[in-house]
């Protein structure tokens, strides 16, 4: 197990013995990125995106191309480092925001996204998904459960958990679900879901809930609704071009448009997708992931040699209100919200 380092805090002028501490204000929110560079970092910001403190993965970046680079849990955040196939699991303080380097997990490949659901952490690599179980002791080191992907190809895009299953995309045209044991250890081989439209291109990015995935169809400029192993309902983007990324908050789900930089609004309710607002907000850059949690929704943003960061509040009726921006070196990869 890798030993944690002793970091400061910009919010306060803590040191402790290990970990990286942070006001304890309940009302305070973090959004933590990763720079995804030669020497990969978790890069932690406050609500309006100031950059407050950096803890290094002990892992190298490189990913590009997917979603959910980092999944934050009950107890740990993971974030994928590619370029050492090695995926950094940290335990989570919430009360005291802190963070300890937990456990240094090596991958079957290059990790491009991560989840947690069912007392498990499952990890999409560009050849395989694993699942590694939670116990009382930390994420384990060996995985439960191994299963190749369809393609295999190295377009694997993002893995997310539904209810008895996981669904992964790759973006050579395959939308795929892996069985869960009653544990939520993977089994069985991957198997593509059915009523897959015949203009699929691109599956990129997926939000989960319950039985229900809504997935990007980025190149056909499409969202589709999958649940139980098959599309049901496909609804088009408007003026707004390649949905990628997505993130659901109760009603609502947001959609990253990358080519025309922006996000969209979609109501969605039983298998219906209606997109509200095509151009809920615009960016300088393309965007390359979106989050949500607990009233906040964060975007990342790329523009040549830099990467920025954006924090909306978002009201009752879906509206949103920008609350601050940040602005990094690189090709941040990954965001996640810790409230």
């Given at each position: 197990m890798p030993t944690s380092t002793v970091l400061y805090s910009a919010l306060a002028?803590?040191?402790?013995?290990?970990?990286?501490?942070?006001a304890n204000d309940a009302n305070r929110a973090l959004v933590i990125t990763?720079?995804?560079?030669?020497?990969?970092?978790?890069?932690?910001?406050?609500?309006d995106g100031t950059l407050l403190n950096s803890i290094p993965t002990q892992g190298q970046g490189g990913v590009g191309g997917n979603a959910g680079g980092i999944a934050l849990g009950e107890r740990y955040l993971a974030v994928v480092n590619f370029g050492s196939s090695t995926v950094s699991v940290f335990s989570v303080d919430r009360?005291?925001?802190?963070?300890?380097l937990d456990e240094l997990l090596n991958t079957v490949g290059g990790p491009?996204?991560?989840a947690f659901g069912h007392d498990h952490l499952y990890v999409l690599t560009t050849t395989h998904v694993e699942s590694h179980a939670i116990t009382r002791r930390g994420v384990t080191a060996n995985p439960d459960g191994l299963t190749g992907l369809v393609k295999a190809d190295g377009s694997a895009a993002q893995v997310g958990a539904l209810s008895h299953e996981v669904i992964i995309s790759e973006k050579n045209n395959i939308i795929e679900t892996v069985r869960l044991t009653a544990d939520g250890a993977l089994t069985g081989a991957a198997s593509t879901v059915a009523d897959l439209?015949?203009?699929?291109?691109?599956p990129f990015g997926l939000a989960t809930r319950g039985d229900s995935a809504y997935v990007t169809i980025a190149?056909?400029?499409e969202i589709s609704l999958v649940r139980h192993d098959a599309v049901l309902t496909v609804t088009g983007s408007g003026t707004e071009m390649a949905p990628c990324w997505v993130a659901l908050d109760g009603p609502y789900l947001y959609s990253a448009n990358s080519p025309s930089r922006s996000?969209?609004?979609y109501l969605v309710h039983g298998q219906a997708i209606t997109q509200e607002v095509a151009a809920a907000a615009r960016f300088n850059g393309s965007p390359?992931?979106?989050?949500?949690?607990?009233?906040?929704?964060a975007v990342i943003d790329g523009a040549g040699t830099q990467s920025h960061l954006s924090v909306f509040n978002v009201d009752d009726d879906g509206n949103l209100a920008l609350r601050g921006t940040g602005t990094m070196a690189g090709g941040v990869n990954g965001v996640a919200i810790l409230r």
């Open positions: 002028a803590l040191t402790l013995t290990s970990g990286a501490a942070y990763a720079s995804n560079g030669a020497a990969n970092t978790l890069l932690i910001h406050s609500a009360e005291d925001r802190v963070l300890f491009v996204s991560v439209p015949a203009n699929t291109n691109a190149h056909a400029n996000v969209s609004r390359t992931d979106i989050t949500y949690a607990g009233g906040l929704l």
